[in-house]
């Protein structure tokens, strides 16, 4: 793919100062430019890059969008909002991909945005202009520009840039569809749930960002780190029975059984109901991730994979019929005058094939079989800077300072280090979680949902993902969850079945 770019004059390119310029779109900047896409074929689109979406733009390294315009793209085509952020770093705006989403949405149509955004490692030099526009910093001091909550302040002012030009350019900013993985995963959602929140609003105006609503369409969340404040306990509550938190010294076992013990109440004040109405408690909640886990499985196995019993399986004793599984949970195909469809054979000589289906879990055993993929984290998992005893976490890092402190977001550790949490840091937690916003009458919280996140997947605790999707459920929203089946932390797979949902969605 060229790597083209349209400059639009729109903002200083000179770190360390604070740039003043007014919003601009050029529908006449357009570069034509190709890609190959995953099946061979070839992709044309129009590319506008390097689109500064706030009028003061502290990091000109990322606070700018990139848009690409597939041929045939109307002003009725949805947009597909790709954002990288990856463990909170800072991201820059980047090209579509053909091994990823962005890729496959442009095979498919649609128009794709993909903002930079600053994150918890992005930093400038103040130079003798931005000393003076900020007070208390002096020049020559390096200042990090993407502690919480600028990464979600950067995207709410590239949604409402996209709303500011939507007559003049190509795409529907009221289909926006976001995308993201692990903390994008994370940015994602919380575009989806912090919509025209007002709790936001003072902080985009200082930017200079459009004054235009700031909700979306559908939200793409693959395994996305949220509810830090909370995380802690949602991961000792669950691990606290592996064999690895057995092993742990007496100090951190200690932690983890005050972690895991803070975590009933916690869920209790969520108000939580399954699909059948029925309240989601710490009595019936190991049950309810076991069946998730039991769909999950089954749905792969029913597709052709292998689901040893080694993993803490039980099985059905007769599969019912012949052939092997469908595909799908689609119909078996039947026998037509005494001949075998095509493609399907008996199979063990003619045999039934056996365990087709999976009746119970021994989540304990399974447990440990998603520690041996990959070692837990420390205790805490998130808040884990306790002087002395653990290191500083990333999410540290994300809510500390310009300064580039690291700070504890939770009480609980907090008081282990014989401190609090200041208010200044509780709101800046509180605005980098989707939960927090839910059922909020202030919020404009996104219709649509697709959320996965992976059976094998240590990096958050199983509970995350699914209160997240159970408190939209509740509120109303389409929700398409899954932990999906032996995937680790990662994104961007299964984008057969992804988009399928979105046409599903925008048709």
């Not at 979406?53 to 000109?60: H, I, L, M, Q």
């Not at 190509?170 to 007002?198: C, W, Y």
């Not at 902080?203 to 404040?229: H, N, Q, T």
């Amino acid at each position: 793919m060229k790597k083209l770019f349209a400059f639009l004059v729109g903002a200083s390119l000179f770190m360390g100062a604070t740039a003043q310029s007014a919003l601009t779109f050029d529908a006449n900047a357009g570069v034509k430019s190709s890609m190959t896409a995953y099946d061979g074929t070839n992709v044309n689109y129009t590319a506008y890059e390097r689109l500064f979406y706030v009028t003061n733009v502290e990091d000109s390294t990322y606070q700018f969008l990139n848009v690409y315009v597939p041929e045939g793209a109307t002003q009725q085509t949805p947009i597909f909002l790709r954002t990288y952020v990856g463990g909170y770093m800072a991201s820059p705006a980047a090209q579509p991909q053909a091994g990823d989403a962005t890729g496959r949405a442009l095979k498919e149509g649609y128009v794709v945005v993909i903002p930079g955004t600053r994150g918890r490692n992005s930093s400038i030099v103040a130079d003798k202009a931005y000393a003076k526009a900020h007070k208390g910093e002096k020049k020559g001091q390096t200042v990090y520009t993407g502690r919480a909550p600028k990464a979600i302040l950067d995207l709410k002012a590239a949604i409402r840039y996209l709303r500011h030009f939507d007559r003049q350019m190509p795409g529907d900013a009221e289909r926006i569809i976001t995308d993201g993985t692990s903390a994008g995963g994370a940015m994602s959602a919380l575009m989806g749930a912090t919509g025209n929140n007002p709790e936001y609003a003072a902080l985009l105006k200082a930017m200079g960002a459009a004054d235009e609503r700031d909700d979306v369409f559908a939200s793409v969340c693959y395994c996305p780190i949220i509810d830090l404040e909370h995380a802690d306990m949602a991961y000792e509550w669950l691990f606290q029975q592996t064999d690895s938190r057995q092993a742990l010294d007496d100090l951190h076992k200690g932690y983890t059984k005050e972690l895991a013990a803070m975590f009933p109440d916690y869920l209790k004040s969520l108000n939580l109901h399954k699909p059948d109405g029925t309240p989601l408690t710490a009595d019936n909640y190991l049950d309810f991730i076991k069946s998730e886990l039991i769909r999950a499985a089954q749905i792969a196995k029913n597709a052709g994979a292998d689901i040893p019993d080694s993993l803490g399986f039980t099985f059905s004793s007769s599969a019912g019929g012949m052939f092997a599984a469908p595909i799908n949970g689609g119909q078996r195909p039947q026998m037509q005058g005494g001949q075998h469809p095509q493609g399907m054979r008996p199979m063990r000589g003619g045999r039934k094939q056996v365990g087709e289906y999976i009746t119970d879990l021994n989540m304990k055993k399974y447990l440990n079989y998603v520690v041996t993929t990959q070692a837990l984290k420390g205790v805490p998992a998130f808040d884990s800077q306790i002087d002395g005893v653990n290191n500083a976490s990333g999410e540290n890092e994300e809510f500390g300072d310009e300064t580039g402190s690291r700070v504890n977001f939770t009480d609980f550790t907090a008081k282990k280090n014989g401190t609090s949490v200041s208010d200044a840091i509780r709101q800046n937690v509180r605005l980098m979680n989707p939960m927090s916003f839910i059922g909020d009458d202030m919020t404009s919280i996104a219709p649509h949902w697709y959320i996965r996140h992976g059976a094998r997947d240590r990096d958050t605790a199983f509970p995350v993902p699914i209160n997240f999707a159970t408190k939209l459920q509740n509120a109303g929203k389409d929700v398409n969850f899954l932990l999906a089946w032996n995937r680790p932390h990662s994104g961007d797979y299964a984008l057969d079945e992804l988009f399928q949902w979105i046409a599903e969605i925008t048709k």
